[in-house]
């Protein structure tokens, strides 16, 4: 997702010390290259990041996504996606366009802007004919390394397990991924929504929202 100034509170250490990773141009404001990576151990993780210079630049938080379309879905069908994310008393509108053709990453316009009062945008995007149509939460962590806006490293921790996503050019993910032990079969393009519908398929279950136990589905 585009680079945004509330991503980057620094931790109190200041500066990172020992970064063996260097510092590759900004991507884009309105557009994204990423990948996902599912985890295997978060503890081995953490560890790895801290051998890689990485900082922490917001702590770990809980995220509420809705995704909204028209009845007909044609923002589904377009591949496109209209987002509503609530991180506390923190709103984020985003727009996700059509990803472009790549066998590796995901590449794609996209477009976000805060929003003062979610509750009542929602019910403006009610009255212009959207509908919620899937709802997914997550547990995120941020990562950086060297200058405070560059490329993020994303630990979310899912209903359905955990994830690292990389958002930044395509080299820089392609060294950070091999430094954490990962090798080019193991990216992931897909979304949140169709990795939860997979693995609703493969438990045989019908998919509804992807939400924490406790949560209203």
Request: proline fraction near 5%; hydrophobic fraction near 35%.
């Amino acid at each position: 997702m585009p680079v945004s100034d509330r991503r980057f509170r620094r931790s109190e250490s200041g500066a990172t010390a020992g970064a063996i990773i260097d510092h590759p141009p900004l991507m884009s404001r309105d557009s994204e290259t990423e990948i996902k990576l599912e985890v295997r151990s978060l503890l081995s993780l953490r560890r790895r990041l801290r051998e890689l210079g990485f900082e922490r630049v917001e702590a770990r938080h809980f995220e509420s996504n809705t995704l909204f379309d028209f009845p007909d879905l044609r923002l589904w069908k377009a591949r496109s996606l209209l987002r509503l994310r609530q991180e506390d008393r923190r709103w984020t509108l985003t727009f996700k366009g059509a990803p472009l053709e790549s066998r590796a990453y995901k590449i794609r316009r996209e477009i976000e802007t805060r929003v003062e009062d979610g509750t009542r945008f929602k019910a403006i995007l009610l009255a212009l004919g959207f509908r919620p149509v899937f709802r997914y939460e997550k547990y995120r962590t941020a990562y950086t390394v060297g200058k405070a806006h560059g490329p993020l490293l994303l630990v979310d921790e899912t209903p359905m397990g955990h994830y690292l996503e990389l958002e930044g050019p395509r080299r820089w993910i392609d060294r950070v991924a091999v430094k954490l032990g990962y090798r080019r079969e193991d990216y992931i393009t897909a979304s949140y929504a169709s990795l939860y519908r997979e693995n609703c398929r493969q438990r045989g279950i019908e998919p509804t929202n992807m939400v924490f136990p406790g949560s209203k589905s």
